[in-house]
């Protein structure tokens, strides 16, 4: 084996290389490089590497290490948000330690979680493996999942289970709710404000379909319920509604974005359906004016079977009970190929923030959850 790095020389490589992910493409900027350098260290450590560029740009990794059927696949993502450099007291294209912690783009959420992942690896005798041990860095995780998506279509293995590195402090998650954005748009006709015949209010239309949302609200309410989560149904968010330019003129065009969040076991398309249910009478009286039209890719719920034993053993390893959360992963479709559970160091509160960051507390707990984990999935 090659002389690996030290284990804050790879953190702080991840977090100083960029890897922003973003539908503006002003910051969308990809992740080859931080790939590579990943592919670099993993074949040092005698892992078989493939690269997979899934789009222009935009690349997934998949590590083996060892052979037979089965195994762990531990799995992350290595892209990030942007960042808005002003409110930012660090540089968040470098790993700085202050206060006892690690502070930097990625630290926590969740480009990080593979130094970790190469740290347990040293700690483990690798000469009576039995099972292989994978590692997935997948692409575009914070915008449309696109690695996680492409990855699942066309798994070239089928893992026993899986462990995403998301950041839950060290709690294993064993479901989430999904999520679903979409923009429905008001198309009506301006005119004269004096004259209300010479025109058709988007706005006015709009507030009957604002009615037929909080319906719809009501009925995910009343109708779905999983007592598993700390908020047991689907949420239903109006976020964003704009219409109109001028006090003086008929509003021609208002549109609303808002989002669900629907349980694990609510598909897809029977929300789609519900909506469109919700939306008939308006769209019956409004005949043309209406059009929905997706946000994202939308992302089911995802829950692993309450009682399987994966989750008791990971529980027994980390000596925490498992829970369920709100915020999404790529869970939902790793889950397509095994059990899968959400478990890595620092804390969602930190993500997406300013100053990410992630406390030295970590480091020693996640190490030792990572290699008892390999051990019992790969030995």
Request: aromatic share 8%; glycine share 8%; hydrophobic share 35%.
């Amino acid at each position: 084996m090659q002389q690996v790095p030290k284990f804050l020389d790879i953190y702080g490589g991840l977090i100083s290389t960029s890897s922003i992910s973003s539908t503006d493409s002003s910051w969308d900027e990809g992740n080859a490089k931080v790939i590579e350098k990943l592919a670099t260290w993993l074949r040092d450590m005698q892992f078989k590497v493939e690269v997979i560029e899934v789009e222009p740009g935009k690349h997934n990794l998949i590590a083996k290490r060892g052979s037979g059927e089965g195994g762990l696949l531990l799995a992350g993502h290595s892209d990030t948000v942007p960042y808005d450099e002003g409110r930012w007291n660090f540089d968040p294209h470098a790993l700085t330690e202050h206060n006892n912690r690690f502070y930097g783009l990625g630290t926590a959420d969740m480009k990080g979680f593979f130094a970790f992942i190469i740290e347990a690896v040293k700690k483990v005798d690798w000469s009576k493996q039995t099972k292989p041990l994978y590692i997935l860095a997948t692409c575009d995780e914070e915008t449309t999942m696109l690695g996680a998506r492409h990855f699942t279509d066309n798994a070239p293995f089928k893992p026993d289970y899986c462990i995403i590195g998301e950041p839950t402090s060290l709690v294993p998650i064993r479901g989430h709710k999904g999520h679903v954005a979409n923009a429905i748009r008001v198309t009506g006709k301006s005119g004269h404000s004096s004259d209300p015949a010479l025109g058709v209010n988007a706005i006015e239309i709009m507030h009957e379909v604002l009615f037929a949302m909080m319906q719809l609200r009501d009925r995910l309410i009343k109708e779905y319920h999983h007592p598993g989560f700390a908020i047991p149904s689907p949420t239903l968010n109006l976020g964003h509604i704009h219409g109109g330019d001028s006090a003086n003129r008929i509003c021609g065009c208002c549109e609303l974005h808002y989002d669900v969040r629907p349980l694990p076991g609510i598909s897809l398309d029977g929300l789609d359906n519900l909506l469109k249910d919700a939306l008939k009478e308006v769209e019956a009286k409004w005949p043309g004016r209406l059009s929905i039209t997706p946000l994202h890719e939308p992302i089911p719920g995802y829950e692993c079977e309450h009682d399987h034993p994966f989750i008791h053993g990971v529980e027994t390893i980390c000596e925490t009970k498992s829970e369920t959360v709100n915020y999404c992963t790529e869970a939902p479709f790793l889950q397509q190929l095994c059990p899968t559970l959400v478990l890595g160091p620092g804390s969602i509160d930190q993500a997406h923030q300013p100053d990410e960051f992630l406390s030295f507390d970590f480091i020693d707990p996640t190490i030792k959850v990572l290699s008892q984990a390999m051990y019992q999935y790969c030995f």
